[in-house]
């Protein structure tokens, strides 16, 4: 992921859309703040930056296809762009459970028509009222 | 849990832009009603639009950080974005509602304003007939809108279906009362003409208008029981001092009130339309404000 900060009006939507809380609002910048994931170390066969200065071995990184140990991985099946390898439950972590599965634009149909069929309805019943010629009692 | 990104301008853009969907459609539906009282309510609810709805943009581009650069979002159409929809809408629904509006302006005021203002178009009934049907759609989505912005976010209590729903019927509700009050406030010699029939015809229409609300904003609460969807949204919303301003506030004063007096026996819709009205905008904003502002604690 690439974040253009010249491009970005800091409206706050991605904070609100995000389910793991990542983006923050940049206090200096006034825009959005999200990691890179270090895609330009990755790219060149290196760690992410944060994972290779981590000095108590809290942050481990497992490059894609890496096959699964122990841990649990949270958000594999889901095709998640970062994927968690977890020991304890996901709530532990704040990360919400099950994962939020990437049915944006279905999800979203859904929402639209969840409002414009009952609200068309009442709409046509006020039109054909208002085209009626009798009188209110 | 979030930080308080979205504050009070957030709400105002909300609900203005609700209300100017709902004043559109009283304006189109009133032009379809005969005598001067309805002409009254169609020419203030046809003026209340453009200015409703660009109050609530001006709020929207207010609570950018970057306020100069709202022109970006009018560059990039994003199809999966509420956010990016929106924009697309409200340019459009504004500049139906400033053109519809063009029409109602009375002719002396109209022809003071440089070069479009004696435009001969203005004076044809047909093409503001058309203009009028073609925007209520438009008017319809923009209600729509408010409610899927919220809904389609990761925010426990704002991702509930049935928002859309209620974002329109509040939209509508608090969109024909204003444009009522308006025409009331500002038309004092057609008070009589307007409270025959106007007032009468309104009644009439939130007989299906406000159980509709109601019932999505019983909707609205019942989903947040659904197991799976966490017990702090329900928490937050129905209980505390947020419990007593939803139920009392949004759900008694915005909707159930003026419900209740709409299937009365009595004259009290009409001998205190003001109040009824005015509870009933109070209600539609207490609902955005307290939805915006909870969902972010």
């Known amino acids: 992921m690439e974040h253009r900060r010249e491009r970005c009006i800091g409206c706050g939507y991605c904070i609100q859309s995000c389910p793991f809380h990542v983006p923050l609002v940049s206090p200096a910048q006034h825009t959005m703040r999200k990691c890179s994931f270090c895609i330009q170390r990755i790219d060149h066969g290196k760690k992410p930056a944060c994972v290779a200065k981590c000095p108590s071995g809290a942050l481990t990184y497992y490059p894609p296809g890496d096959a699964t140990d122990s841990l649990t991985a949270y958000g ?18 704040q990360l919400p459970d099950p994962v939020p599965r990437n049915t944006m634009t279905g999800g ?18 006020l039109w054909k009222k208002a085209c009626s010629r009798e009188d209110e009692s | 849990m979030t930080e308080m990104t979205w504050a009070m301008p957030v709400v105002l853009d909300l609900f ?20 001067s009282g309805f002409a009254g309510v169609a020419r203030a609810a046809a003026l209340l639009a453009p200015a409703s709805v660009g109050f609530g943009l001006s709020m929207l581009i207010l609570d950018l950080r970057y306020k100069t650069r709202f022109w970006y979002t009018m560059t990039v159409w994003n199809g999966d974005s509420p956010m990016s929809l929106g924009v697309w809408l409200l340019t459009l629904f504004s500049s139906i509602a400033a053109l519809y509006a063009m029409f109602w302006i009375p002719a002396d005021i109209r022809l003071k304003i440089p070069v479009i203002g004696g435009w001969s178009i203005w004076s044809r009934q047909r093409v503001r007939d058309v203009l009028g049907t073609a925007g209520v759609p438009v008017a319809l989505l923009v209600s729509i809108y408010t409610g899927v912005l919220l809904s389609a976010t990761s925010v426990p209590l704002w991702r509930n279906p049935v928002l859309p729903a209620l974002f329109c019927f509040s939209g509508l509700a608090t969109g024909f009362a204003a ?21 009468r015809w309104i009644r009439g229409a939130y007989r299906v208008l406000l159980p509709a609300y109601l019932l999505a904003a019983v909707a609205f609460v019942a989903w947040l029981f659904v197991p799976g969807m966490g ?27 003026p419900m209740v007096l709409s299937f009365a026996r009595t004259e009290t819709f009409f001998s205190r339309p003001y109040a009824i009205l005015g509870s009933l905008l109070a209600g539609g904003f207490l609902m955005r404000l307290l939805l915006v502002y909870m969902g972010q604690m």
């Open chain 2, 231 to 257: 017990r702090e949204p329900l928490i937050c919303l129905i209980s505390g001092s947020s419990g007593l301003i939803w139920w009392l506030g949004a759900v008694c004063m915005g909707i159930v009130f």
């Open chain 2, 16 to 35: 203005f832009a609700g209300l100017a969907s709902g004043a559109f459609c009283l304006a189109v539906l009133a032009c379809r009603r005969e005598g």
């Open chain 1, 108 to 125: 979203q149909i859904w929402k639209w028509l969840g409002g414009l069929i009952p609200g068309a309805l009442v709409l046509a019943w």
């Open chain 1, 76 to 93: 594999m099946t889901e095709r998640l762009h970062m994927v968690y390898k977890l020991s304890r439950k996901p709530a532990e972590y």
């Open chain 2, 179 to 199: 444009g009522l009050l308006s025409a009331l406030v500002f038309s004092p010699g057609m008070r009589q003409a307007i409270s025959d029939g106007p007032v």
